[in-house]
């Protein structure tokens, strides 16, 4: 979900599948799609002109998005969720063209092994700078569609974003945006709460939104990653190691909520506690045994 999403989009977890491949007892993922937007389709708008439907779009919005993974390196696939959280502004440029721009403030992460955790610094997620970027309008089946294109953005390296990510360690435009005298962004990781390190990564973020306009003004779709990933070192040799996580194929695994909110709602602590009443609960993955019962 990190810009995830979106991110705010950002995936972490997955590298330190390499070290524990054989763990007992994966779980697996829930059924798809992970939320049912169903009553939203049935709805189509009255309204035909574009500017109109632009000013109806303009606004403060909570933003929420989850993007699956898997880790193809591992003799058992790691499954991962990154969980994004953050506000998106669509505004009117001077020519009158909708503009989106996102800003991310937390993102968690879940995998498909009990005994395997990590932490990525608030810090380390607001280092993303907003995006801002046109978006494209169309009616579809009587519903407005917004469309946002792949929108290219670095965290712990300066660099051209258009470019590919520079895979040299010693790189000179190598940052450390969560202050911590490491470079890159640091993911810590407890493996069995007995095995601790840290992974230092650099991540050339490239999402696309796609989402639809609701009637009640929230606005529903779903997340596509391109995004590039480079680890830069780790504390210990054995988490030192690149991975090769795809995104999980189906829109509905990788959803995007956007909810209207007040211009005064505006930094995590005041998003965190509205959570639960304007989004639905995080996914989680579930024991091979109830997957089966299913």
Not at 211 to 234: C, H, M, P, R, W
């Amino acid at each position: 979900m990190i810009s995830k999403k979106y991110i705010i989009n950002i995936i972490l977890l997955s590298i330190i599948a390499i070290i524990f491949n054989a763990c007992a007892s994966p779980l697996s993922w829930p059924d798809a799609p992970l939320y049912k937007f169903a009553e939203y389709e049935n709805e189509k708008s009255d309204v035909d002109d574009v500017d109109i439907v632009k000013s109806q779009i303009v606004g403060h919005y909570a933003h929420y998005d989850v993007v699956s993974y898997v880790d193809s390196t591992t003799k058992t696939p790691m499954l991962t969720f990154i969980i994004s959280y953050g506000f998106t502004d669509f505004y009117l440029d001077s020519l009158g063209n909708l503009i989106q721009s996102d800003r991310f403030v937390r993102a968690s992460h879940k995998i498909n092994q009990k005994n395997i955790s990590s932490e990525f610094s608030d810090k380390s997620v607001q280092a993303i700078k907003p995006r801002h970027h046109e978006v494209e309008l169309s009616k579809e089946n009587g519903k407005w569609q917004i469309y946002r294109a792949p929108t290219p953005s670095l965290l712990g390296i300066n660099d051209d974003p258009a470019k590919p990510l520079s895979k040299d360690r010693n790189d000179p435009n190598l940052t450390d945006p969560d202050g911590d005298g490491n470079p890159g962004v640091t993911v810590k990781i407890n493996i069995g709460k007995i095995i601790k390190g840290e992974i230092y990564i650099s991540r050339r973020e490239i999402f696309t939104n796609y989402l639809t306009l609701n009637n009640d003004g929230t606005l529903t779709g779903y997340v596509k990653d391109d995004s590039e990933q480079f680890v830069i070192g780790a504390t210990h040799k054995f988490l030192d190691q690149e991975s090769n996580n795809k995104q999980h194929p189906s829109r509905g695994m990788n959803p995007l909520i956007l909810v209207p909110i007040s211009d005064d709602i505006d930094t995590l602590e005041e998003l965190m506690e509205i959570r639960d009443e304007i989004f639905p609960a995080e996914p989680s993955f579930i024991t091979p045994q109830r997957s089966k019962q299913k």
